[in-house]
C-alpha cells in the first residue's frame, strides 16, 4: 500500500514540478510576475510536500493502511485545488463567478490543510522495524 501510493505521489509531484517550473520560466521570459503566487506554491506545495511524503511513504511502513490513502488523496486533491483555485480566485482568467472560485479556493486550501494535519498523526501509527543492517540471527 505504501509503495504504490509512494510512487503516485512522487509522479504526481513531479507533474507540478515541471508545470510550476515551466510557470516560473514563462513568467521570466515575459517579465510579468503575476502569476509568482501559483508558480511559488505549485512548486512549494505540489512537487516539494508531496514529494517528501511519496519518499516518507517509501521508507516507512504504516499500521493503518486505510490513513495512507486517505492522506495521499487528501495531497493530491489539496495540492491541485489550491494552486488553481489560487489561479482562479487571483487572476480570474474565465471570468467565473467570484462566490464559485472563493468557495473551490477555500475547499481546496482545506484538503491540503487536512493532508498536512492527518500526516501529523501518521508519523505516530508507523511500524516497529528490523534494522536493515542487523546482523543474521543464527
Ligand atoms: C525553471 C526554474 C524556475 C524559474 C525560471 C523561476 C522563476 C521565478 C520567477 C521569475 C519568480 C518571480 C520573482 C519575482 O517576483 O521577482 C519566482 C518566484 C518564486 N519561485 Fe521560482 N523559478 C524556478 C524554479 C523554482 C523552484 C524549483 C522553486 C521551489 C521549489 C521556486 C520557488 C519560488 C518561490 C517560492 C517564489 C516566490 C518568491 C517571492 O515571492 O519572494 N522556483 N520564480
Do not use: C
Not at 12 to 29: E, K, L, P, Q, R
Not at 56 to 84: E, N
Not at 88 to 112: A, E, H, K
Amino acid at each position: 500500500m505504501e509503495q504504490t501510493w509512494s510512487i503516485r505521489l512522487i509522479r504526481f509531484a513531479a507533474i507540478f514540478g515541471v508545470i510550476g517550473t515551466f510557470i516560473g520560466s514563462d513568467m521570466a521570459g515575459r517579465t510579468d510576475y503575476a502569476m509568482t503566487p501559483i508558480h511559488a506554491h505549485m512548486l512549494v506545495v505540489g512537487w516539494l510536500s508531496v514529494f517528501a511524503w511519496g519518499i516518507f511513504y517509501k521508507v516507512y511502513k504504516i499500521r493503518r493502511k486505510a490513513l495512507v490513502s486517505l492522506q495521499s488523496v487528501m495531497a493530491m486533491a489539496g495540492s491541485f485545488g489550491l494552486s488553481s483555485g489560487m489561479w482562479l480566485y487571483f487572476l480570474n482568467p474565465f471570468n467565473w463567478n467570484d462566490t464559485f472560485v472563493l468557495i473551490y479556493f477555500i475547499v481546496g486550501g482545506s484538503f491540503l490543510l487536512l493532508a498536512f494535519a492527518l500526516f501529523v498523526v501518521i508519523t505516530f501509527m508507523i511500524e516497529k522495524e528490523t534494522p536493515a543492517h542487523a546482523p543474521a540471527r543464527k
